[in-house]
Each structure stands twice: as C-alpha cells, then as structure tokens.
C-alpha cells in the first residue's frame, strides 16, 4: 500500500509537469491556432538556466526561479515573432511547424555547445528530507510539485477568466475575425499568449530541476511527451489536457515500476497512435466544422 | 464627417469598386443598397481599413484616413458592424459588451461603462435579462442588438452596418432599425449597407444605388422609393 | 542569344534527355575518378535521393509532410539486415522483404495519418517516428539493441561480392530509376489528381478524386522507397544502430526535400548534395545541428520553393516569354464534340426532382420544405437574396451535406449521396461560387484532371510510363483541347493556372466539371465577376450544352442573364421556395420583388 502511495504521488508529480507544459501548447494554439514545437527545448533552458543560477552564479533560489522563467518566456516571444508570425496566416500548418522545430534543433545544439552534456540537479529549498504519509517515504522535493503547480494553474486560470488580458485571450480564441473587425491588433494579443506559454514551460522547467537531473538533450523527448498529451487531449481542451497529463504521468511510473521501463517509454506514444486510429481529433475534443463552400 | 472621392479597389484581376463617389454628415443616416456583388462590403471594408483602396481618397472629420489599417480607424472613431453577426460565442453578454472598450481601457473610467451599460440595457432589456449568458445562445435577433451595443460602446462618431436584417424576421428588424434611429438622434454618423432597400430607405435620409461596382444612381429616400429604376437595377435588368 | 535560346527550346526535349544521359555517365564513371572518402559521399547521396524522392512525391505532390520517415528507413534497414544475417538469405530476397514490410509500416500510418490533417498529421508521423526509435531500443532480440546488428554482409551476384565501387552504381542506378519514375508520375493521371488533391480536397473530390486512394499511393511509394534505401545502405555499411534513425534524422529527410525544392524531380538531388557536402567543407563537427537547423529555417523564410524551385520558377517565366515569339503550334479546330458528352439525353423527361428537403446545421434552419424538378435538357436557374439558402441547396443535391429530411431522385432513381465524388460518378457536376482552380497546375492539365475519376489507369502504369498509358495520355490530351475548345478558350494552354485572368478562370472550370462527363451541371454563380463579353460567353457556352442534351442548374444574380436563358426559375427566400415557373413571371412577381427589396407594398408594377 505504501509503495502504491509512494508511486502516486511520483506520478502525479510528473504528470504536474507534463499538464503544465501540455498546456504551454494549448494556450496558444486556442488564439491563433499555432504552437511552439520547441517548447520541449524551452523546458530544458529553464532547468538548465536554474541550475547555472544556483549552483555556478550562487543565486538565490526565487530570484533564479523568477529570472529562469522570465528569460524563456522573452525567448517565446521572440520565436513567435520571427520563427510563426510570418507563416500563422497561411492555409497550411507545416510550415511553423517546421521552423518551430528548426528553432528547437538550434537551441539544443547550442546549448550543448555552451552547456556541455553534463547534466546537473538544483538543490530544492525544501531540502532533501523525506515525508511519511501512511507508511510511505516521499521525498518533500517531489511531493512540493503538486501544491506548487496547483498554485500556478490556479493563477492561470484566474489570469485567463478576470483580468483583462484574459478576457482579449479568450475573445481571439473565440472569434479572430471579430476581433480584426474590430480593429484591435491581434498581433499583441498573440504575443501575450506567447509569453504566457514561454513562462509555463520555463517555470516548468526550472521546477523539474529540483527533483530531477536536467541536461541539455531532454528537451525533445519531454516536448514529445508533452505534445503528445496534447493530442490524445485535443489541443483546444484546456482541462482535459491537465487530467491527460496527471493521468499519463501515474501511468508511466506505475508501468515503469510493474512492467518494465521499455514499456514506460513507448506507453504514451502507442496511446497516441492508438487514439488517433480512432478519433483523430482527441479524446476530449469538442470542435465542430462545418465546411463552407 | 465622411467624404469618399474617386474611390478605387480591386481584387487581383476583379475590379471591386469604380470611382466612388460618397458623402455623409454627423447625425445623417445614408442607406447603400444594391444586389449581391455589387460591393457593399468592400465600401465598408475600405472605410475601415480593413482592405486598401488602388486609387481615390477617403477623408473623415477632416483627416484623410484612405491607407490608414483598422485599428488606426477604430481609433478615430469608426465602428464597424459586420455582416453576420459576429459575436464572442463563448463569452457572456457582458463580457461581449466589455471588449467594445477596446483600447480606451483606462481613460474610459469605470463608471462612464456602467452608464453604457445601463442606457443599453435600456434600450434593450432582452439583453439584460441575458447578460451572463453566452452569447451564441442568444437568438439571431438578439446577436444583432449585441453587436450594435458593442459598436456603440466606444461612441463611435461614424457607424458602418454591414446588412444589419441578414436572416432576421421582419419584426426584429422594425425594432433594430428603430435602435439605430435612435443613434443617429444622438449625433452619430450611419451609413446603413441594406440588400432590403425598402426598410433602409425608410430609416436613411439619402440612399446610393450600386452596380457593378460603381454608383447607379442616388438621391433624398423620398424620391428613390418612388424611383421605377430602382426595381430595374436593382434586379439588373437593364 | 535570341535565336540560340529559340533552338534550344525548340530542341528541348532531346537536350534534356542528352545532358542527362552525359551527366549519368560521368557519376557512373566516378569510381575511377576518386578517392573512397569522395565516394562514400556521393553513395550516401545516393541514398539519401532514393528515399527523398519518395518523400518530395509525398511532401510535393501529396501535401504530406512526414517527419517519422526515418522509422520507414529503419523498418527497411532493419528487417533486411536481420534475414541476412539470421537466415542467411541473399540481399536481392532480404531487400525485397524489407520494402514489403517498410510498404506494411508504411501503410498502418498512412491511415490515420491521411484522415487528419494539418498540424495533427505531422504529429501522428512524428508519434510513430518515435515509436518506430523506442522499439529499435528495446526489442534487443530482433534489434540488438542499442547496440544495433553487425556483421550485415555485402550483396553478391552470382559468385561476384560488391565493393564500395559496385555499391555505388548499383545505388546510382536506383537512384535514376526513381527519377525518371516521379517524372512519370508527375505528368499521369495520378501525379495531376495528387496535386489538385493537395491543392483543394474539395474540388478534387467534385471530380471524382478519392482522396484516400491517392494519397494512400504517395504513401506506399515513399515508404517501399525508403525501406530499399534503407536496405541498401545496412548491406553496405555492414553496421546499423537506433542513432541513424531518429527524429533529427527525419527532420535532415524534410529539409532535404524542401531545400532542394518539395514537387520539382532534382529537388531532391541538389537537396542531399548539399546537406551532405556542406558540414564537410564547412569542417564541422560541433553545432552541425544548427547548421542543418538554420538552413531549415532559411529555406522556409527565403526560398520557400527550394533550390529547383525558384530556379524553375524563373527560368519558366523567361522561357515563356521567348516561347511567345513564336506561332503557337497549329491545331486543327474541331468545333464537333463527338463523344464528349456520351450520357446525355438518355435520361426521360425529368432529371431531378427534390421533395421536401430539409437542412439544418445546429439551430439554423437553413432549408425548409424544398420541391421543384427538373426537366432534362432545361436550363434551371435558382434566384434568392443573399443567404436564402441556394449554395446550401446546391451542396446538398451534389452530395457535400446530406439533407436531413426529404427525397432527391436523379433520372427517377433515388439519389442518396454519401460524398462529391460518388455523386460525380452518377453524373452530377458543378463548379464552386469562388474559383477553385488548380493554381500549379497548367489550363490543359485542369481540364484533364476532371477526366481522373472516370478513366485513371493503374498506378504501375503511370510510374512506368507504359504504352497503355501513353495513349490513354493522348486521348485525355485531346479530349481536354476539345473542351477548351468549346467554351471558346483561345489563350496559352500550357500556362499555368495561376496567371489566367478572372474570368477565364471561371470558364475553364466549367472545361474541367464537363471533363467528368456529367449529364446535369450545377453552377454557382457563374457569371459573377465577368465583364459583359464574357457574360455573352458563358450563355452561348451553355446553350451549345443544351443542345447536346446537357441539363444545367445555375444560381445567378444577373437577372437579366438568368431571363434570357432559363427555361425555369425557382426563387428561394429563407430557404423556402416562393415559387417556380417561368422567368418572365417569377422574376416580375410581387413575392418575389419584396423579397428582394424588403417592401410591404411594392411601387406599381415593374
């Protein structure tokens, strides 16, 4: 039972991860129907940039926390604007896709080529003590992720819902004509999406670093992963990409622990596969189209 | 407050709009009927700034205003109600009402809103009565009172309709067109785009005929409805 | 220079075939030439040109992009290697299995990859490119592992073992071979319905184009491509492991395509060329990555046609210029259409009769209680205000919506369409309110493509260029003149569509839905945006289809066009039919007036 316990809550910890930068994609996509297919990268940068804040620059842990996130969040913002804006308008997807993975090729290498391979773990503030729950050892490292991104989803949705920022997001996922009709810049508010999504995969990755080592090569399987949550999801369906995330990560650790971890690393793809044999648009997806003609 | 001379505007190989020629006052309400594809919408859009017009010169409160883009108009003071009712599905009433704040978020101050709000809904309890609800559960009539609202928030000095009576029953439209009646009282400049030539010449002041591309014909409301060759261009017979 | 270029152009197609033919023998004579280190490379080319060319029909023809290819290199590579070392079989039998199983592999992702689309798609290739890596990882018995298969021996031909040398040939042989099969394809039946696929799924499927059967083609091409390559490069490198084939190496396929040029046939050639000699000369080792990255990045701002491409694209407009100085090639003007049109007329006195339909979408009730008919032979026209329902009525009897109440039967059977192309099969065209031509494609080559659903012949046909296949070529071709012939069409047919002028355009697409042989023809808005001449065009046009006992529905807006050549007018309004009857009194009918200028009363009489 305890073991059961122990593996929950790794498994939710991870699948904190995965749902908060599954969402990263998501919140994007829903304004303007375009996503970031480095964002995997961006993850790894915020661990990486965590790690040399603590431990080569000795700063403190908020303020590399807080400089981590930003500096990937201004990063997204760049991609956006040179790697998507030029292509979001065009009747056909691939070609942000492409660039967005082209940009993620050129991070990683260079980050490989300044970084080195090494990878390294940022020493969490909650130390490296263990918590019993119910006879189970748990690690408070570990265990911190769930408050911590129950925190951040809590903010984000307050952002997205009250504020007025929010309000513009939601409106150009809902309608963009109306929006251009109404001659308001969709660009900005695109940029902001951005932003937001840049600062969920550096908080993200800046948080994976206390628990987990990082170096510079995880970007492309976790923004796999992640894109992969999103697909089985559906990209424009916020909530069911937070449960697909949790759900997968406790997959993955109790598969990992009970059949073997060759089988943990092909689970989720196999499920994308299996998912999209049978509703190409996602689990969760609710989008109608009707084609005009 | 709005002069068009001259105006020009192709699409590629379609020539869109011939030597336009248009004038509106503060207040006025001028009707542009025609039959499909004669380029109601593409008037509007060059208004706006939402298509760029090849020749000719668009002057508003004095300003030439022909190559500026959309979000430069709105800024001026121009207000577009497009065809189609497009609304914010998702979003509330409410919050469809407060995104016609556009960029005047801050120097329109909290209680300038609520007075907007209340004259509007005044003027349309139905959407009172449906503030927090979604807007595409409303009805098409109630859409097209939303979108007007949300145009009308901003205080526009000039207001385009864009076909305001697509797909409405008859009923609703008497009340929509005594709405913008009401605006135009209040000083605002309307100019009405109507394929129901009839109802919107019987709200606007002067009407444009277009066909093809250019103006067939105009005149005072009074004399066009009375005008054999409305019917005739109208249907395009020629 | 002038008269030079005029001789070359004029001799064009023996050039080609001779450059190529000296340009073959000399690669062929390279072994000789150089050194192994320089050989290696242009192996490696080699390779690579095999696997890109099936991929640049995907990418290019097929609007495919696939960024998991590697794993269809692997399952080649792998499955090959495996029977040749476990079961000793020759390579000739290990490489055939391997493109048979890549051809398996392949086919399980084209199918939900071919149902999605845009950004899903990648993804789904990417899914399996990974899966395809995982599995190459962990089934250590049939892999080996991380540690890959070893010991892969070379081919051998009757006694005769191949070296680096032979290798390379027989790779430069493959290599050509597949050249000249895309090359084929590209001006068959198949290469023309993959474009206007790729272009505009729906009007391709108002032809008859079955949009899975083409693209599933591309994908089975590309992925037997890739498995021989893969087959070919385990057996000379005598070494594979999982490293050479995961998701960066399916992002170096896509760039090599689109850097050379998705669509063009040496695109992929001037593509690998590069990527494999650049980080040579460069004398790279670190950041090659990026290098490969920034390229990417590159070609998809700066030269989104590739290499080839923007080569192409220049050069076409310069050669065409010069082409104009010359008379266009004399064609004997055929004004008979002799089996053009072999269904018509056979059909009783009514084509179509609709009773009752009904059609809504979510709440808005967009048809109500629709029933007219339509006699065979007639010219019907449907008039309504903005909105009142005709499009969506035009969809629905050509099969896009289905009507969710109400019967349609078609020459007296009762029609129950499930989709555009088996309506087109059972004889219903139509051509679109905005113009859907094929833009890569030239005039003649929209034309021809209508012809697709009806008379395509085998894929193996097309790729080997087959006598069957040239003639049936020459028939299309000349069915395709007399088309353009008959709606008066006098300009460049071997320009590309793109540069038509409005109102061509229009015209040529009707061409294009007469190529399916339909017997009734709908049209939206034809004449909607056309000068006066046109107009006067487009009416001779249909009664010369009229006369060869073609029925037409037509909605239109030109009311004096609609008067002068309908024999009946249906007026629909809210998508209620008002009434249908003869144009003189529909179209002065007081309903129909107000429902047009909104009046209560309407000014006396008109």
Request: hydrophobic share 50%; net charge positive; proline share 3%.
């Amino acid at each position: 039972m305890s073991l059961v316990l122990q593996l929950m809550i790794s498994g939710l910890a991870v699948g904190c991860l995965y749902a908060l930068i599954a969402l990263g994609y998501s919140l994007t996509y829903v304004v303007n129907g375009t996503l970031n297919m480095s964002q995997g990268q961006l993850v790894m940068l915020g661990g990486v940039i965590m790690f040399g804040f603590t431990s080569h620059a000795h700063l403190p842990f908020l303020v590399s926390f807080a400089l981590a996130a930003a500096l990937v969040a201004l990063l997204n913002l760049g991609i956006e604007r040179l790697a998507i804006r030029k292509f979001d308008r065009g009747p056909n997807a691939i070609e942000w896709v492409l660039s967005t993975i082209a940009v993620g090729i050129i991070i990683q290498d260079v980050a490989l080529y300044f970084n080195g391979p090494d990878e390294g773990v940022t020493p969490s503030p909650v130390g490296d003590g263990m918590l019993r729950i119910m006879g189970a050892g748990v690690y408070w490292k570990e265990f911190v992720f769930l408050p911590v991104v129950a925190l951040l989803l809590v903010g984000l949705i307050v952002f997205y819902k009250k504020s007025h920022w929010g309000l513009w997001l939601r409106a150009t996922a809902d309608n963009r004509t109306a929006i251009e009709i109404m001659g308001v810049s969709s660009n900005k508010i695109v940029a902001v999406a951005y932003v937001l999504s840049g600062l969920l995969a550096g908080l993200g990755g800046a948080l994976m670093s206390t628990n987990y080592a990082v170096s510079v090569d995880i970007g492309l399987a976790l923004g796999l992963k992640a894109i992969s949550v999103a697909i089985l999801a559906g990209v424009n369906n916020p909530k069911g990409i937070v449960a697909a995330g949790l759900i997968l990560g406790i997959a993955e650790v109790f598969i990992g622990q009970y059949i073997s971890t060759a089988f943990r690393e092909m689970f989720v793809y196999g499920m994308v596969i299996l998912v999209l044999y049978w509703k190409p648009a996602g689990l969760f997806n609710t989008s109608k189209t009707v084609i005009k003609v | 407050m709005l002069s068009i001379q001259g105006l020009e505007v192709r699409y590629g190989a379609i020539q869109a709009l011939r030597r336009i020629d248009l004038e509106l006052a503060a207040g006025e309400i001028v009707a542009v009927i025609g039959s499909n594809g004669a380029g109601k919408t593409t008037l509007l859009q060059s208004i706006l700034g939402l298509v760029r017009p090849d020749k000719g010169v668009i002057t508003f409160d004095g300003k030439p205003i022909t190559q500026l883009s959309a979000s430069r108009t709105a800024n001026l003071g121009i207000s577009l109600v497009p065809e189609g009712r497009e609304v914010f599905g998702t979003l509330t009433v409410l919050e469809n009402l407060r995104l016609g704040l556009k960029n005047k978020i801050g120097s329109t101050s909290k209680e300038q809103f609520e007075r907007e709000l209340a004259s509007i809904y005044e003027r349309f309890p139905r959407l009172y009565e449906r503030r927090d609800q979604q807007a595409m559960t409303l009805s098409g009539g109630e859409q097209q009172m939303l979108v007007l609202s949300r145009a009308m928030i901003s205080k526009p000095k000039l207001l385009l309709l864009d076909e305001p009576s697509l797909g409405l029953a008859p009923i609703i439209v008497s009340d929509i067109f005594a709405s913008i009646q009401e605006l135009a009282k209040g000083g605002t400049a309307v100019l009405l785009v109507e394929q129901m030539a009839h109802k919107a010449l019987s709200i606007a002041s002067r009407g444009y005929v277009i066909d093809n591309g250019r103006v067939a014909f105009q005149g005072k409301s009074s004399d066009l409805l009375q005008d054999q060759r409305m019917i005739k261009a109208y249907l395009g017979v020629h | 220079m002038n008269s030079f270029l005029q001789l070359g152009l004029r001799y064009r197609g023996t050039a080609a075939v001779t450059s190529a033919a000296i340009i073959v023998a000399l690669l062929a004579a390279c072994p000789w030439l150089m050194d192994t280190y320089y050989l290696n490379l242009l192996f490696m080319i080699g390779t690579f040109v095999i696997t890109c060319t099936g991929m640049n029909l995907l990418i290019g023809y097929c609007g495919i992009v696939s960024i998991g290819h590697a794993g269809l290199m692997a399952t080649g590579a792998y499955v090959s290697s495996y029977l040749s070392t476990q079961a000793g079989l020759s390579f000739w039998v290990v490489a055939l299995a391997g493109m048979l199983m890549s051809l398996v592999i392949g086919s399980l992702i084209a199918i939900p990859t071919i149902k999605a689309g845009g950004v899903y798609l990648s993804m789904i290739t990417i899914a399996f490119g990974v899966v395809i890596h995982e599995v190459l990882i962990r089934w250590d018995a049939f892999t080996g592992g991380p540690l890959g298969i070893s010991g892969i021996p070379k081919p051998e031909l009757g006694g005769y073992r191949f070296d680096l040398k032979s290798m390379y040939l027989l790779v430069l042989a493959v290599s050509v071979l597949v050249l000249v099969l895309i090359r084929n394809l590209r001006r068959s039946a198949w290469g023309r319905a993959m474009i206007a696929t790729k272009e505009n799924e729906i009007a391709a499927a108002s032809l008859g184009i079955r949009k899975f059967a083409v693209q599933y083609a591309g994908f089975a091409f590309s992925a037997v491509l890739a498995g021989l390559s893969g087959a070919i490069y385990a057996h000379a490198n005598s070494f594979i492991s999982p490293d050479t084939y995961h998701f960066q190496t399916s992002v170096q396929l896509v760039l090599i395509v689109i850097l050379g040029g998705a669509g063009t046939v040496l695109g992929p050639v001037v593509g690998a060329t590069i990527l494999v000699f650049l980080p040579e000369l460069l004398q790279m080792e670190k950041l090659r990555m990026a290098l490969y990255g920034g390229i990417m990045f590159a070609v998809l701002f700066f030269l989104p046609k590739g290499i080839v491409g923007t080569a192409g694209q220049l050069l076409g407009r310069k050669i065409r210029g010069y082409a104009k100085t010359g008379p266009s090639p004399a064609r004997e003007r055929n004004s008979e259409t002799p089996q053009l049109f072999a269904h018509a007329s056979s059909s009783g006195a009514v084509m179509l009769e609709l009773n009752g339909i009904h059609k809504h979408f979510g709440g808005l009730h967009a048809l109500k209680d629709v029933s007219f008919s339509v006699a065979t032979g007639a010219v019907h026209s449907l008039v309504g205000p903005n909105g009142a329902g005709k499009t969506t009525l035009l969809n629905v009897i050509s099969g896009l919506y289905s009507a969710n109440q109400g019967t349609l039967s078609l020459r007296g059977k009762s029609l129950n369409p499930r989709s555009l192309s088996d309506v087109t099969m059972l004889g219903i065209a139509r051509t679109f309110q905005h113009s859907r031509l094929f833009k890569e494609l030239t005039v003649l080559e929209n034309v021809m493509v209508g012809m697709a659903g009806r008379r395509r012949v085998g894929f193996a046909h097309a790729l080997l260029h087959t006598p069957k296949q040239r003639r049936d070529e020459r028939v299309m071709e000349e069915r395709a003149h007399l088309l353009l012939d008959l709606i008066g069409y006098e300009g460049d047919r071997d320009m590309p569509a793109s540069q038509l002028p409005y109102g061509h355009q229009r015209m040529v697409e009707i061409a294009r839905a007469l190529a399916t042989e339909p017997d009734l023809l709908l049209l939206d808005e034809p004449a909607a945006g056309m000068t006066a001449a046109e107009i006067g065009q487009l009416e001779q046009l249909l009664r010369k289809l009229t006369a060869y006992g073609l029925t037409i529905i037509l909605i239109e807006h030109h009311m004096d066009f609609v008067q002068r050549i309908s024999d009946t007018v249906t007026v629909l309004d809210f998508g209620k039919v008002i009434g249908t009857g003869k144009p003189e009194e529909m179209l002065t009918d007081p309903r129909v007036i107000q429902a047009y200028l909104g009046a209560e009363e309407v000014a006396a009489g008109a």
